[in-house]
């Protein structure tokens, strides 16, 4: 009888050996091997632990790295953590404990699990954003950003988040809801610093071509960009020596501008009310500040005030109203708008409202509308009731329109971005101080590089303020310094950075996490750097992502490293989800932990079902009782190798063919990250190589050793007990992965279907390099007692059809 399988015993043995002897190329050896970097998106150290769907991800970038390592790869695979940002402090809150305790609690527990999962983590890259030896760096970017013009202030009204008590980016709401805790964002004028994000919106656009991405990914940050081509236009006030400039990408339409609309935080809004009409305008103001962006957009039913004030069209000097209206945004292109009701339905919507009139300027044929119901927003037609435009193409007018303004002088051609500059600080006491020092004859000051880091209080009460003050701001002995310029009394900075901050470099630190002097060394960066695998969840698409690349610009710019984008591919992987397709939460008490399934099955089992439920890159359903079936498959491939190893046998021909297929299967599946199917191939390929061991009295050695290496990326226990048992010295990761001929997988014989008049009427098993006489010969003799007519043409589509047409 043979050993069992004792998945106890292996996964205790291997994870002693590896740690004694690691597989990967050791530090002082990579110089001999390409570098592969792959790198999973880091976790921030909750406190519920790590689920079976956080498994997925990690297990998908470690198969990845040992195939690659098995290729020859010399492998940078590390792990850190986020731990910086509102869900450490929120969880320490709702614990009641600080959260530097929390979160080292946490860090601990889910590296613990890590571990479980076996992944070639190079623990000695390890790096965490709480670290001042790592956040040193972070605001050290700050700094150089500062100087560069990048980092300034700014107080305007941002959206703000009444639970978690601090100001939130765009990007951070979410139907109009704090992205981390649901509740409903208003707005609260802050001070705030900001980071120029926008000034890199063209090369943000323009470089996503040359990544290998998903599509959808790139469409999102492409849409969050927002690049629109127009022209702005100068609306004189009526009455008044101010302009009000508008941005729009539709400036052929200029005629039938009747109104103008702007947002109730424009800086003229209050200015333009009337004494008939100011009472209105700042109630309506007010309003406006307790709704969110994302609201204000949604808001089906349009509402507005009339100022009181009007602009003159600089086309034909008519009078336009100036109104209000939440539905415009103070942070979108100049916070005004002109209105061109018969032509937009948002527009046509509010003047039906309003009673405000409509003035049709492009008509189907040359042919205006009588009894308007709705806008005509055709993307082409000609010019009616625009003076010297009449008759031009619409669809020609809009692209000569700008330059025709700009020769009038009423405005100028221009390019627009949805994106908005990044609000950078935070309200809260759980991140990087911001590095400024506020001085009353300096102004804001840098602290210098030689005194960073700039390291955050220890303090019992953290807990949000909630009146836009950082906790910070209440601890005098630090608050209180002296200015580094004038050496005058000074203030330092009390809000801190937001959990980005240190998400957005971290990959660079991880290949000099060690280094004391540089943010990283240049001659490692450029010998590690960039990453070529970034392995993550699509909830990252936006965000993290758009400004890990801004951040790789602007270092890349400064001389840091000689790249400008971070990660080369990327790879989302899907949810796994509770039943129903239900996100697996401890609230909803759906939470599958992987340590218990780890004892009963391993974590190769656990490993090999993560990939199996599914294609990786969709949403799968997690149902416990499917891991007893790869569990079997591995206790039968253990089966099929002990049975076998000690037998003194030569392959056959079809053991060959059998095995350089497997080697072909598995390999493309791999390459094309179809990870399911190469599960599902091993179960298919171990059934085969079950039955010709029965057929032919046993399996050669090499397929046997071919079995394990290919096995190993995804059960490493299990792929290197095998290849020990199977008498080789050193681990089966250093053997290279297996390579397949294409002439040993060819078939001697093949099934061809047989039709007649493209109907099949049999199947004729024929040499596989017959000719086509053989092939017709063959087919015609099994349907010989259906050839009732006349054969007027014989056809042979190698290795698929022979079909016989007769009339």
């Known amino acids: 009888m043979p050993t069992p399988y004792n998945h106890k015993a292996i996964e205790k043995k291997w994870r002693t050996r590896w740690k004694e002897h690691p597989v990967n190329v050791q530090e002082d050896e990579r110089g001999k091997h390409e570098k592969y970097y792959c790198l999973d998106m ?36 590390p792990m850190g953590w986020d731990a910086f940002g509102l869900p450490a402090e929120n969880y320490a809150i709702k ?4 959260p530097a305790k929390s979160t080292a609690e946490n860090v601990n527990n889910i590296k613990r699990q890590i571990n479980e999962i076996a992944a070639l983590y190079d623990w000695d890259r390890e790096v965490n954003t709480t670290d001042p030896n790592f956040y040193k760096w972070t605001q050290w970017i700050f700094v150089k950003m500062f100087k560069a013009g990048l980092a300034y202030e700014k107080e305007f009204p941002i959206n703000w988040c009444p639970s978690c008590k601090t100001g939130l980016a765009n990007e951070e709401v979410v139907n109009g809801k704090c992205e981390r805790c649901g ?31 998903p599509e959808k990914v790139k469409k999102m940050q492409t849409d969050w960009i927002g690049k629109s081509y127009g022209a702005e236009v100068d609306f004189p006030v009526d009455g008044r020596k101010e302009k009000i400039t508008v941005y729009t990408t539709r400036p052929d ?42 609201d204000r957009l949604q808001d089906k039913e349009k509402t507005g005030v009339f100022t009181g004030s009007y602009a003159i069209n600089p086309m034909n000097g008519a009078k336009v109203p100036i109104w209000l209206s939440d539905y415009v945004l103070a942070d979108y292109g100049t916070g005004a708008i002109m209105c061109v009701p018969a032509h937009d339905d948002r527009d046509f919507a509010f003047a039906t409202k309003f009673h405000i009139p409509i003035i049709q300027v492009i008509a189907k044929d040359g042919k205006e509308i009588e009894n308007m119901t709705e806008a005509y927003t055709e993307a082409s037609g000609t010019m009616i009731n625009s003076g010297e435009w009449n008759g031009m193409e619409s669809a020609v007018l809009k692209k000569e329109a700008p330059i025709m303004i700009e020769e009038k002088g009423i405005g100028r051609k221009t390019v627009n971005y949805k994106l908005r500059d990044w609000v950078f600080s935070r309200q809260r006491y759980w991140g990087e101080p911001i590095p400024i020092v506020h001085c009353p004859d300096c102004g804001a000051v840098p602290v210098p590089e030689d005194q960073l880091p700039l390291t955050l209080p220890d303090v019992d009460s953290y807990e949000p303020t909630g009146t836009g003050e950082s906790p910070l701001a209440a601890i005098d002995s630090w608050v209180n310094t002296i200015c580094p310029v004038c050496g005058k009394p000074a203030k330092r900075e009390t809000n801190t950075m937001p959990q980005w901050a240190g998400s957005s470099w971290y990959f660079l630190r991880y290949v000099d996490p060690h280094n004391n ?129 000690e037998k003194d046998i030569k392959a056959s021909k079809e053991m060959l063919k059998l095995r350089n297929k497997m080697v072909y299967d598995i390999t493309t599946r791999l390459e094309s990250f179809s990870l399911n199917t190469v599960i599902s191939g ?29 096995l190993a990326p995804f059960a490493p226990h299990m792929g290197e007990e095998l290849w020990e048992e199977l008498g080789h010295e050193g681990s089966v990761f250093h053997a290279g992965w297996p390579t397949y001929d294409e002439e040993a997988m060819k078939d001697d014989e093949i099934e ?30 099994a349907i010989k007692d259906k050839l009732t007519g006349n054969i007027v043409k014989e056809i042979y589509v190698p290795g698929r059809i022979i079909n016989i047409v007769m009339k």
């Not at 009782?625 to 190893?645: A, E």
């Not at 009427?761 to 390099?769: D, H, K, L, M, N």
Request: one cysteine or more; glycine letters at 8%.
């Open 752 to 781: 061809v279907a047989v039709q007649i008049n493209g109907k099949t009427r049999a199947v004729v098993t024929i040499f596989a390099e017959a000719g086509k006489e053989e092939a017709i010969a063959a087919g015609k003799e």
């Open 253 to 294: 339409t200029l005629y039938g501008a009747t109104f103008m609309v702007l947002a109730p935080e424009h800086a003229l809004a209050k200015e333009l009310a009337t004494d008939e009409t100011r009472e209105a305008v700042e109630k309506y103001i007010y309003d406006a500040s307790m709704k969110s962006n994302v």
């Open 95 to 98: 614990m009641g404990v600080h």
């Open 517 to 645: 002097e540089e943010l990283v060394s240049r001659e490692k960066a450029d010998a590690m750097l960039p990453v070529d695998m970034y392995i993550g969840g699509v909830e990252h698409a936006v965000l993290h992502l758009l400004y890990s690349r801004f951040y790789t610009k602007f270092l890349s710019d400064i001389g840091v490293i000689d790249f400008d984008e971070p990660f080369i591919k990327l790879f989302n992987q899907g949810m796994i989800t509770g039943k129903n397709g239900i996100k697996m939460s401890k609230s909803k008490g759906n939470v599958v932990s992987p340590d218990d399934l780890v004892r009963d099955y391993g974590c190769d089992s656990l490993r090999m079902y993560e990939l199996f439920v599914g294609p990786p890159e969709l949403d799968a359903e997690w149902d416990d009782r499917g891991i007893d079936g790869v569990y079997r498959f591995l206790n039968k491939l253990w089966n099929l190798v002990m049975d076998n190893k």
């Open 42 to 77: 880091f976790p921030y150290p909750s406190g519920n632990g790590l689920h079976v769907g956080h498994w997925r991800g990690y297990v998908i970038s470690d198969v990845w790295s040992r195939y690659k390592l098995l290729q020859g790869y010399y492998i940078i695979h």
């Open 682 to 710: 091993f179960m298919e390929y171990n059934n085969k190589f079950i039955d010709l061991a029965k057929k032919e009295g046993g399996i050669d050695k090499e397929t046997l050793s071919t079995i394990a290496v290919l």
């Open 183 to 213: 509740t409903e964002v208003t707005k609260k004028n802050l001070r705030q610093w900001m980071l120029k994000i926008t000034q890199y919106a063209e090369r943000l656009l323009n470089d996503l071509d040359k990544l290998d991405w």
